[in-house]
């Protein structure tokens, strides 16, 4: 079996599954600041919103090649300008990426696992810096952008819906009409026929109960496979008729040769 190729997007889904709304609050991409001061940005954050998850910042950074893990490891700079604000930092790897002795002290790490992520190596619960006026800037900006942005995909979509709404709308109400227009036609060529039926038979079709209509066309029907019968019958008579007056007249013709015969003795 060939072996999955991750791309930075699969994980990115997984991660976001892993922290859903109410339970947290969670941005993808999100910058150290903004205009001139954003330097940096991490993969994603979430934010516990419930006691019960615990009220703690978390942030995580997504590796799917050695190379980049590598680069990582080399300039951990970029990532401490956010783990200083985090109580958890994780790494979010496909596997086979990440070895565990190659991690920082307190890293902890997810990878893929069936449909969802699991814990590889638990990340250390740490103490974190309160982060200034322009890291809350970059995060929360961050945020009004996201949620622009899905308010665009739900006007898009409410768009959409109501232009296939009023699409099938007009296409029911044409299919409607041919059908209407369609069976219109085939009720006025049935009345045409039972009109014409009623003018020759004599009696007219609505003043009699259907089933004696169809006792009357049955017994016709038997009446006419009756007169074929009949009719054949009749001819094997004939037929037979025919042959017995020829062996009459044989004999005839025989008995008057007998007769001839004893005149003559």
Not at 73 to 82: H, M, Q, R, T, V
Request: charged content about 30%; some cysteine.
């Amino acid at each position: 079996m060939a072996k999955k190729k991750w791309h930075t997007a699969d994980l990115y889904k997984l991660l976001e599954a892993k922290y859903p709304h109410p339970q947290y609050a969670f941005i993808g991409e999100v910058p150290n600041g903004t205009s001139y001061n954003k330097t940096r940005s991490a993969d994603a954050l979430a934010m516990g919103c419930w006691q019960s998850v615990g009220i703690h910042l978390s942030g995580f950074e997504i590796k799917i090649s050695r190379s980049d893990w590598r680069k990582e490891l080399n300039d951990l700079s970029k990532a401490l300008a956010f783990q200083q604000h985090c109580h958890r930092w994780w790494i979010v790897a496909a596997p086979g990426i990440v070895k565990l002795e190659e991690m920082p002290a307190e890293w902890g790490l997810l990878e893929p696992h069936g449909s969802g992520l699991r814990v590889k190596r638990a990340a250390s619960l740490r103490e974190p810096e309160c982060p200034d006026f322009g890291f809350i800037a970059g995060m929360l900006r961050r945020t009004c952008e996201v949620n622009e942005s899905k308010s665009e995909i739900k006007k898009a979509h409410d768009q959409g819906y109501r232009s296939g709404h009023m699409a099938g709308k007009a296409s029911g109400e044409l299919s409607l009409s041919y059908s209407r227009d369609r069976y219109k036609s085939k009720s006025e060529s049935l009345e045409e026929d039972v009109k014409r039926f009623e003018e020759q038979s004599g009696f007219s079709i609505t003043d009699w109960d259907g089933r004696n209509v169809g006792k009357i066309v049955k017994l016709l029907q038997g009446l006419n496979k009756r007169h074929i019968s009949l009719s054949g019958e009749l001819e094997q008579i004939i037929n037979t008729a025919g042959k017995v007056v020829e062996v009459v007249n044989e004999m005839k013709s025989n008995i008057g040769l007998l007769e001839v015969e004893q005149e003559s003795n």
